[in-house]
């Protein structure tokens, strides 16, 4: 499936420039006037097409792939799950609790990381919400998911079930807005959040078992390039909608909440985007995707860093960089950072598991049991 590979490396590569076109602050250049961030905006943008749904989209669809392929209890599939996914996530959440003392000693915000360090509560908030970085809520969530994973079976079965998306989605919108609403207590509206997300999510999870479903039954050469013009219709619909967003943000420095319009627009991109891909899966695509693809994982997890050295530098130096060249070199760097950590750490057998390629060392199998002299390995013994 060369095209998922296509998919998962072009979602990496989207997700670094979505966190490359804000400021040190994590802001649209607020300080500045509407033509410096025009173009970082635009890009914004266009980076819409990747995001964490999308990369909930393609992970979930493997699950399904495998589960067809090699059906499992649901004990074990949790199980690998979680080896997968929440052990590197507890050593990057971690790391990157820490790693912010980095940046803050730069900018001088040292003491209230420190403070923020030494509260319990922000603590739980890291390893339940993935808090201490931004990128990190990916990975609980993609868990919480998973454990949902047999109500999505009913949508392989019956494929039009992925429609369940739409509505779910209106109910986030509603439920969240009214959370925000109605709960001042941060802590406790943090994990309300999270829950509703959650929960309204799994309409993601239907959607990529519907597809699985619909792949997996096969479409004639004609059928699947006509799926793949309505796919593209939607995207196209869907960056229509963002526009208006896009143009407010422009003008007025700051992130704001999305109308409804762009709200769907955002949250239906990923499903676009991936049945474009995967309407595509006749073409020839080039084997290198495949290699790059096992990295995407990685590359998620760290390019943050990368991101951050630059920032750092920036202050450091004094240097005066206009935000479109700060964009481009911050992706630039993010991708070939990411890309070359994640590689090294791959051929570092003792630490290829913090980016899922690797056995966790703690964790090791148990050798399978060897058969007695003058059997082949794997026939029973004779009782």
């Given amino acids: 499936m060369t095209w998922l590979d296509a998919n998962r490396v072009s979602a990496a590569i989207g997700v670094i420039l979505i966190h490359a076109t804000s400021d040190v602050d994590g802001q649209p250049y607020t300080n500045l006037q509407p033509a410096q961030r025009a173009v970082p905006m635009v890009f914004r943008w266009l980076s819409e097409y990747s995001s964490a749904e999308l990369f909930l989209v393609f992970s979930l669809f493997l699950l399904a792939f495998k589960l067809d392929r090699a059906p499992t209890s649901y004990g074990k599939t949790v199980s690998s799950q979680a080896e997968r996914l929440l052990i590197p996530f507890a050593a990057w959440a971690v790391f990157y609790a820490f790693f912010r003392l980095f940046k803050a000693s730069v900018f001088g915000y040292v003491p209230g990381v420190m403070h923020e360090l030494s509260q319990w509560q922000n603590w739980v908030g890291y390893f339940l919400l993935g808090s201490s970085q931004y990128h990190l809520h990916f990975m609980p969530t993609l868990f919480a998911l998973v454990l949902m ?40 509206r943090d994990y309300l959040l999270r829950i509703i997300k959650i929960i309204t999510y799994g309409g993601y999870g239907l959607a990529a078992f519907s597809l699985f479903g619909v792949f997996k039954k096969g479409m004639s050469d004609t059928d699947w ?116 950590l994640t590689f090294l750490l791959s051929r570092t057998p003792p630490l290829a598991w913090l980016v899922g390629l690797g056995q966790t060392p703690f964790l090791k199998k148990a050798p399978a049991p060897r058969a007695p002299a003058g059997q082949s390995a794997g026939k029973p013994v004779a009782a």
């Fill in 149 to 188: 994973y047999p109500l999505f079976i009913a949508a392989y079965r019956f494929p039009v079930t992925g429609l369940a998306l739409v509505p779910l989605l209106f109910i986030l919108d509603q439920v969240q807005g009214y959370v925000w609403g109605h709960f001042q207590e941060p802590m406790l």
């Fill in 225 to 340: 390039r006509l799926t793949g013009r309505l796919a593209v219709a939607g995207i196209v619909i869907s960056f229509m909608s963002l526009l208006t967003n896009t143009y407010d943000v422009i003008q007025t420095g700051q992130w704001g909440v999305r109308n409804a319009a762009a709200n769907y627009g955002h949250f239906l991109m990923p499903v676009f985007i991936f049945v474009a891909f995967m309407s595509t899966q006749n073409m020839k695509w080039s084997p290198q995707f495949s290699v790059l693809a096992k990295f995407t994982y990685g590359v998620y997890l760290t390019h943050p860093i990368f991101l951050d050295l630059w920032d750092a530098w920036v202050k450091v130096s004094g240097s005066v960089i206009d935000p479109t060249t700060q964009m481009f070199a911050k992706w630039i760097i993010g991708i070939a950072g990411g890309f070359g």
